[in-house]
């Protein structure tokens, strides 16, 4: 049975049905990063020492293996991409579909500055012969913020069609097309609720 998108909130839920299915998808992604973190916790309780040995050399903390700066532009880079992302919904329901372009454009910019910085960041890693395979703590990381990264890319994949293409929607049915954009928002808002969890795991911890 199809289900007819709507527009306007239902009377059982108080919501559209595009939201509705955001957020059962939110819900499985939750159960997905939920059990990668309950499996981080689990592996760092069992270690007697922590990150460990790689590639022969002791390390006492995080800190010796990982960027805390580059970790913490990252986490500022994505906090202000929520900010641009909801700046662009808002702009569509003020009628404005120009500055939505150029909010939506700076929230896409700004992923894509996390994902060039995270490139560099990984190259270092690769660089000095730090792979998954040389340790648990490696293998958690570039698990957990591998995973993320490629919700980050679907993020701009799609930013990028709504930005493009997929804005022609507003000439034809705006509110649809805002409906869109704001579903995409709230993806995006969880994807940068990962990273404030991510980061300071890893990162810090």
Not at 4 to 23: E, F, H, Q, S, V
Not at 56 to 84: K, Q, R, W
Not at 153 to 182: C, I, S
Request: charged letters at 10%; proline letters at 4%; glycine letters at 10%.
């Amino acid at each position: 049975m199809e289900i007819p998108y709507t527009t306007t909130a239902r009377p059982d839920t108080g919501l559209y049905n595009a939201k509705i299915g955001i957020w059962l998808f939110l819900a499985s992604e939750v159960m997905l990063f939920g059990g990668l973190f309950s499996a981080y916790i689990f592996l760092r309780i069992g270690a007697p020492e922590w990150p460990g040995t790689i590639l022969g050399e002791n390390f006492a903390s995080s800190f010796d293996v990982l960027s805390v700066p580059i970790g913490t532009f990252n986490t500022m880079v994505l906090i202000a991409s929520s900010v641009t992302v909801v700046m662009a919904w808002a702009q569509l329901m003020l009628k404005d579909f120009k500055k939505f372009r150029y909010y939506m454009g700076l929230t896409i910019l700004l992923a894509m500055v996390f994902l060039v910085v995270k490139g560099f960041e990984y190259n270092d890693k690769f660089v000095h012969g730090y792979f998954p395979a040389e340790g648990t703590f490696l293998a958690v990381y570039f698990t957990l913020t591998g995973l993320h990264g490629l919700h980050v890319l679907g993020g701009v994949v799609v930013m990028a069609y709504l930005w493009g293409p997929g804005a022609k929607m507003w000439e034809t049915n705006p509110q649809q097309f805002t409906n869109r954009v704001e579903v995409a928002g709230l993806y995006w808002h969880f994807v940068d609720l990962v990273w404030i969890f991510l980061f300071p795991t890893i990162y810090l911890l």
